[in-house]
């Protein structure tokens, strides 16, 4: 049955929404910057999610974050500048880098916003349902068009579900937030297993002829209760996958559940649905489809493109630089587009792991490129390993975090290139709470905030997820027994990762360490470790 408009049936967010649209929001911004941040209407505050901004903590700053989209991670050197002015002049000279390959900014009063979206609209960027309950941003791999390896260039697509979706008020409101992501690269630096819809390259063979196009995945997501993406049985040619885009979103509106915020995300359905009355039910949409073709084997699931790579176009080079934690000074990103101009074509790509890449660089130029003082800095962490450390926001900004985040990155780094992983890279993921925008459950090790009491008071602490991984089917991480405090955080991973080298075979992954030595014994390994640091005080 479609979806009721029944108000007792439905959330608080879901009555707001149908007082007025998320996308009308958009006529009253102009208003709010004229009378101030006290003027905002209490339904509003979910509106303007529509438009990319998230109220910060604490309320009373009356400040804002702003996501900015950037479909696929494109990002031109006019559009870098861009970004890097308003953060310099409008957001304390800081802007992020998401794990869904946009940017923000944090600490805007509202006054600015007409200014901003004006600027930021000069060139070409957007930031309609950059956020709130329709489809995000849509996330590709960073390759898209110079990978050596890709069967397909995604970006024509990417732009045409861009094009469709944003604005339009047929998908305006949905039952939650609704990511896609699209790749024509064997790598998965999409992240296929945990967003709403991904397509995937695959091969089928119609009539004698070998056809290049997608198989499909559905239901992934993470939050408090992760799951990961089921595998329809149908192939998707090129010019049907805005058919199964519309078609999913379009099941997810009607279909998907209204109740709950916290039973919301198209997961739920499909979960319930099963696979079989799933894709029924999209087909009843679409019209006939093949069955799902051959996948090309899975080159990596990280996400990590650091250093110096030859392109698919002879003579030209992509380089892949680390931002730790994905933040940059408004000087340092205009520092990369003038690079991304003098040494390329004034092209970057973000990268849903917070880094970004300088593409089309001719060989001629790439030495003297490395050799720049701002190369260097965001050069890959162990320079030939691919260690990664990912985190959100935290309780800086966001006003869901329940710990401080982000001032772990550097010390965790440090932990890792000083002490002890030589010969196998190692991802480490920090979320500030359950929500999970730092993706801790697909990390080797993952760190999730909360809040614990101690001699009566209350301290940040965090709750340790191990062997987590997309590499194949995928498999999300254990959370092990006890909290660790934030103080004892990066002492307790030097003491993990100290256990993983002494014990692990040869080039082993953590995933694989994991799952060879047990969950049972890494329990007690973390136990001990906990009990030593307890008594160290």
Known sequence: MKWSQDKSKLNSVEIIK???????????????????????????????????????KPKTDGLFMLRVKLPGGGLTSAQA???????????????????RQSVQFHGLKVEYLPDVFSRLGLVGLSVVE????????IVGSPLAGIDKSELLDTRPLIAELNNFFEGNQDFSNLPRKFKIAITGSADNSIHAQINDLAFIPAVKEIDGQSVQGFNVLVGGGLSAKPALAIKLNIFVKPEQVLSVAVGVATLFRDYGYRESRHHARLKYLVQDWGEVKFTAELLAITGPLLSS??????????????????????????????????????????????????????????????????????????????????????????????????????????????????????????????????DVPVKIHISGCIN???????????????????????????????GGSLEGEGVLGTKLKGTISTERVTQVLELVLAHYQ????????????????????????????VQQEALAD
Do not use: M
């Open 18 to 56: 149908l007082e007025k649209d998320g996308l009308a929001v958009i006529h009253d911004i102009g208003k709010y910057a004229e009378q101030g941040f006290a003027a905002i209407e209490p339904g509003d505050f979910d509106r303007l999610k529509w438009y990319g901004l998230y109220v910060q």
């Open 81 to 99: 500048r861009a970004v890097a002015a308003i953060g310099k002049e409008y957001s304390h000279d800081r802007i992020a880098i998401t794990t």
């Open 130 to 137: 950059a956020a709130g309950d329709c489809p995000r941003n």
């Open 293 to 422: 073709g051959v996948e090309p084997a899975s080159t990596a699931a990280e996400g990590l493109f650091y250093g110096a790579h030859q392109q698919k176009q002879a003579g030209l080079h992509y380089v892949g630089l680390a931002i730790p934690g994905g933040q940059l000074t408004a000087e340092e990103l205009a520092g990369l587009a003038k690079l991304a101009e003098d040494y390329g074509n004034g092209a970057l790509r973000t990268v849903n792991s917070q880094n970004i890449i300088i593409t089309n660089v001719p060989g001629e130029k790439l030495e003297k490129l490395l050799a720049e003082e701002l190369v260097g800095r965001f050069a890959a962490p162990g320079q030939s390993l691919f260690h990664s450390v990912i985190s959100c926001t935290g309780t800086d900004f966001c006003p869901l975090g329940l710990v401080h985040t982000k001032h772990l990155v550097a010390p965790i780094e440090t932990c890792i290139k000083n002490n002890l992983v030589t």
């Open 436 to 466: 999970s925008c730092g993706q801790h459950q697909i990390a080797d090790i993952g760190l999730q905030g909360t809040i614990i009491k101690q001699d009566g008071k209350l301290l940040e602490a965090f709750e340790l997820w191990i």
């Open 502 to 529: 002494a014990v692990k075979k040869p080039a082993e992954p953590f995933r694989q360490f994991v799952q060879r030595v047990g969950v049972p014994h890494l329990q007690q390994v973390l136990d001990e470790i």
